[in-house]
């Protein structure tokens, strides 16, 4: 039970520092990463912190962070690409 504990309070804290990691390049999806972790104070300067979150720090509710992307609208993109280059040969 202890290995456990331990486990998930480092995945917590490593989920944390991502929040701050990723702001510059995903900020829309680093404050919904902060909102879940229930801790939207994180700053630049606790990167890499290993006590971000205490060990018996609240969550919000779960959900996806990611919107699942199904194999259609990849399909349409790729065939959105192939009909472009195509119609860039013509010219």
Avoid: V
């Avoid at 609208?73 to 790729?78: G, K, L, M, N």
């Amino acid at each position: 039970m202890q290995r456990t504990e331990t486990i998930l309070n480092m995945a917590m804290q490593i989920a944390a520092n991502l929040a701050i990691a990723f702001e510059p390049f995903l900020p829309f999806s680093s404050k919904k990463l902060k909102q879940l972790i229930n801790h939207e104070n994180l700053k630049w300067n606790d990167l890499g912190s290993i006590d971000l979150l205490e060990s018996d720090h609240q969550l919000n509710q779960p959900e996806l962070l990611f919107e699942k992307i199904e194999d259609e609208a990849i399909e349409r993109q790729i065939q959105k690409l192939q009909d472009t280059k195509n119609a860039n040969k013509t010219i």
